[in-house]
């Protein structure tokens, strides 16, 4: 069966520091992968996917991943995180085989001036 | 522009009633999910529609129903039977296909609060 594991519920940085988001899979093919960032009282927000080609994706505000096959990871990363990057993600992943998105639990960021 | 729309933000039911969430998409998208976020936690998903009039029920749906007459609208009723319904629900659409490149397009969520 397919899952997602985000290990860290909370991430705290500093701010100008890197900002690393956790997330693996377990799969037995292929997966699409999703970044998601939700802000308080509001949907989701689609930050970047991997499908296929190069291992290094880049997504909106700066942020970037990276697909690691031989670790079923896909961290989420930023250079320098701000205080406006506090919020909530999500990681998603998808197999070709279906068509619902499978999240995982979640991760708090929380930017500290 | 396109989206999709989850109406109302708000919401307080009363004890014993039945309350109507709206989704509504313009994004010409096959699929539909309804999930429900409880306070600092992940997404739950409550029932979800590949195709016009057909929907399968996700892993929470008890105390819950939905409709799928329109491609464009996904109504989420929570009924008496949950007992539990204080929540945010998020509806999203995505696009279907063999390809599965696609990701979801999610509102902006309804708050429900029992009173």
């Known amino acids: 069966a397919q899952s997602v594991a985000q290990p860290e519920d909370q991430v705290n940085v500093a701010e100008g520091n890197p900002l690393t988001v956790k997330c693996t899979y377990s799969v037995s093919g292929n997966p699409y992968l999703f970044w998601y960032v939700q802000y308080p009282n509001r949907g989701l927000q689609f930050l970047l996917k991997y499908i296929t080609g190069d291992n290094l994706v880049k997504g909106s505000y700066g942020f970037e991943a990276e697909f690691n096959k031989s670790q079923t990871s896909f961290h989420l990363k930023k250079p320098s995180a701000l205080v406006s990057d506090s919020a909530l993600y999500f990681c998603?992943?998808?197999?070709?085989?279906?068509?619902?998105?499978?999240f995982g639990g979640g991760t708090r960021v929380l930017v500290k001036p | 522009d396109g989206g999709i729309t989850q109406s109302p933000k708000y919401l307080f039911r009363k004890e014993g009633q039945n309350v109507t969430l709206s989704c509504e998409q313009n994004?010409?998208?096959?699929?539909m999910y309804w999930y429900r976020q409880d306070p600092g936690q992940g997404l739950r998903l409550i029932y979800y529609s590949q195709i016009v009039n057909d929907f399968q029920k996700g892993d929470i749906a008890e105390g819950y129903s939905v409709s799928r007459e329109k491609k464009e609208s996904f109504p989420l009723t929570v009924t008496s039977a949950q007992k539990n319904p204080t929540a945010f629900y998020l509806c999203a659409s995505s696009s279907t296909g063999t390809a599965g490149a696609y990701g979801y397009t999610f509102g902006s969520g309804t708050r429900l609060t029992v009173v």
């Open positions: 994004l010409n998208h096959d699929a």
């Open positions: 998603a992943v998808r197999f070709a085989a279906g068509n619902k998105l499978t």
